[in-house]
């Protein structure tokens, strides 16, 4: 009998610890088309793409932000998927009617207001301040 292939993120997630960045980077963008069918198998490397995201030295540390955001959103944690999303600048189209999207945008409008911080390395970091009822 054959064995049937289950189709997983595992191949793709393994590269985001290679040490060439161009390899990296190129995990992040197959992710970004990945993440909202295998959210369960990225959640494992979800401190992985926070540490690409916080390296300002890294390229693509936007697009790890994007993937993180949607990430968070799978999982239920509305306040980091904000906090990422911010983060990932440009590459969060505020216009895409997709539902992540749209969460994201009604959390804004709801009160969820981002605080953020500068680090000693002038590296933004975002927080998410719930209103206080």
Excluded: K
Excluded at 30 to 48: E, G, I, K, N, Y
């Amino acid at each position: 009998m054959a064995a049937v292939a289950t189709p997983s993120a595992s191949g793709v997630l393994a590269l985001l610890e290679d040490s060439d960045n161009e390899i990296v980077s190129y995990a992040l963008h197959q992710l970004a088309s990945l993440v909202d069918v295998f959210w369960a198998d990225v959640a494992d490397s979800a401190s992985r793409l926070e540490i690409l995201y916080e390296d300002a030295a890294f390229a693509d540390r936007q697009l790890a932000a994007l993937v993180a955001a949607r990430l968070y959103y799978h999982l239920g944690d509305l306040d980091d998927a904000l906090t990422f999303a911010l983060g990932a600048g440009d590459l969060f189209e505020v216009t895409s009617d997709d539902q992540f999207v749209q969460t994201i945008i009604c959390a804004l409008s709801h009160g969820h207001v981002p605080v953020c911080e500068r680090s000693a390395t002038a590296n933004a970091r975002c927080e998410v301040a719930l209103p206080v009822s």
